[in-house]
């Protein structure tokens, strides 16, 4: 089985997360960031996401609460707009299927945005699970995500692999005693990836496909 991340792993999707957190600051009268700046900013769920965007002296829990509240209607609205998946992901994720190697999605990504992303993204790709953050959860780092798709799936932890493209995923794997694979197409420089020593490290679509098939 392969347990996939989400976002900057299988999915371009920093534009449209800099896009909604950028409309809420507006909304809420605090100034914006460039797009790119986000991606060390997404990763750890929104409230995160919305305390590191929110400027100094202003990252309460109001205040990211009041983000959320802005943040959510419009991201649900337009959170494909501009995300599109990483070349020769789709072709990676059928060759997978047609082999029958079992997979899943686990996100820190709100439920409800993770499930529509990956179901208008990939709607011939068949998943296990496709789990992201909710209510009562503990989020990545913590194991419990990837756990409940071994045991959705009945899978040994033995015959898996974790794909991800930060620091967050890879102590993920490793705290759920996975074989784990950092790719450094998405959002986090590969020296984070490299400081919780995955097994693998992989440059593009193609050696992540060599990798799964072997």
Known sequence: MVIFDLDGTLVDTIADLGQGTNHALQALGYPTHP???????????????????????????????????????YYNAHNTDLSRPYPGMTELLKRLQAAGVLMGVASNKYQEATTKIITELFPNIRFVAILGQREGIAIKPDPAIAEEILALAGVSKEDTLYVGDSGVDMQTGLNAGLE??????????????EQFGPQHM?????????LIEN
């Open 35 to 73: 797009i790119e700046d986000y991606k060390l900013k997404v990763g750890n769920g929104i409230n995160k996401l919305f305390e590191r965007a929110l400027p100094d002296g202003e990252k309460t829990q109001e205040n990211v609460l009041r983000m959320r509240a802005e943040f959510i209607p």
């Open 180 to 193: 784990t694979c950092g790719v450094t197409w998405g959002f986090r420089p590969r020296t984070e990836l």
């Open 202 to 210: 992989v440059d593009t679509t193609e050696e992540l496909t060599v």
